[in-house]
Nanobody
Framework: QVQLVESGGGLVQPGGSLRLSCAAS????????MGWYRQAPGKQRELVAV???????NYADSVKGRFTISRDNAKNTVYLQMNSLKPEDTAVYYC????????????????WGQGTQVTVSS
């Protein structure tokens, strides 16, 4: 079992930055692919970014060049640095994990966090 706890969400003005963190329990964190998804009101959950155990990354086109996913295996934590935030980035952001990269990429991971709210508004 893996438990995921997100933090770092909040209210930020357009053009601002936030860094989300997702802390994972368990001793096998380094072998897991990790991802960030988001869900805005009235919309389906969508992929934001994924990072594999070896550091391979994938990003949604809408966040490329603005968001960066990274991981610190020593701290069992994955991060999402979000810059140049836009109102359309407003959503609940979820962390997910799985031993299979494709499952994280497709959003069918075994493990999900409870989510953290990000609101971009002036």
């Amino acid at each position: 079992q893996v438990q995921l706890v997100e933090s770092g969400g909040g209210l930020v003005q357009p053009g601002g930055s936030l860094r989300l963190s997702c802390a994972a329990s368990g001793s096998r964190f380094s072998i897991y692919a990790m991802g960030w998804y988001r869900q805005a009101p009235g919309k389906q959950r969508e992929l934001v970014a994924v990072i594999g155990s070896g550091g391979t990354t994938n990003y949604a086109d809408s966040v490329k060049g603005r968001f960066t996913i990274s991981r610190d295996n020593a701290k069992n934590t994955v991060y999402l640095q979000m810059n140049s935030l836009k109102p359309e980035d407003t959503a609940v952001y979820y962390c997910n994990a799985d031993s299979a990269y494709y499952r994280v990429l497709r959003g069918i991971s075994d493990y999900w966090g409870q989510g953290t709210q990000v609101t971009v508004s002036s």
